[in-house]
């Protein structure tokens, strides 16, 4: 399949299009201990995608769909955190800096529909910058270069 973005105006559509990629895609070796990955953003759609993703290619999840929720989420010690920039109450970048004071090796994924979030990633102190739509084997491969950084 050439495109790799997800639709989210389909929701269907999205979950079979991510079925149909995941395949082949490596999953994480050690199934026994899957990588813990917090799905930061406040559009349930996004979560459930992203969610459905992840668990595909062998990741455990935990979401939380506003910035308060993501730091009260640390308590379970997540590998990765997918963090979207644009969220109500504590936004994306202030939640980033709490985590960087909390937990100052976390690597963070921004997964943003800002325009220019990409241009900002230097700016941003996270580990990857992804914009949406989201590619997805973009994001995998992300998600597991962080990961063995990680370990």
Do not use: W, Y
């Not at 026994?32 to 979560?47: G, H, Y």
């Not at 769909?65 to 993501?70: A, C, E, K, N, S």
């Not at 590619?135 to 270069?145: A, F, G, W």
Request: overall charge negative; hydrophobic content about 45%.
């Amino acid at each position: 399949m050439s495109n790799t973005t997800f639709d989210l105006s389909n929701l269907d559509h999205a979950v079979q299009q991510i079925q149909e990629i995941s395949v082949g895609l490596p999953v994480h070796p050690n199934d026994s201990v899957k990588p813990l990955v917090l799905i930061a953003d406040d559009d349930a759609a996004v979560r459930q995608i992203l969610r459905i993703h992840m668990e595909m290619n062998g990741f455990a999840v935990k979401e939380a769909g506003r910035g308060m929720q993501v730091l009260a989420g640390l308590h379970h010690n997540p590998d990765l955190v997918l963090l979207d920039i644009s969220m109500p109450g504590l936004g994306g970048e202030d939640c980033l800096r709490e985590i960087r004071r909390r937990r100052p090796g976390l690597k963070v994924i921004i997964v943003s529909g800002l325009i220019d979030i990409e241009d900002r990633k230097d700016s941003m102190n996270a580990f990857d910058v992804l914009a949406k739509p989201v590619d997805c084997r973009r994001l995998i491969s992300s998600v597991n270069r962080a990961i063995a950084l990680s370990a």
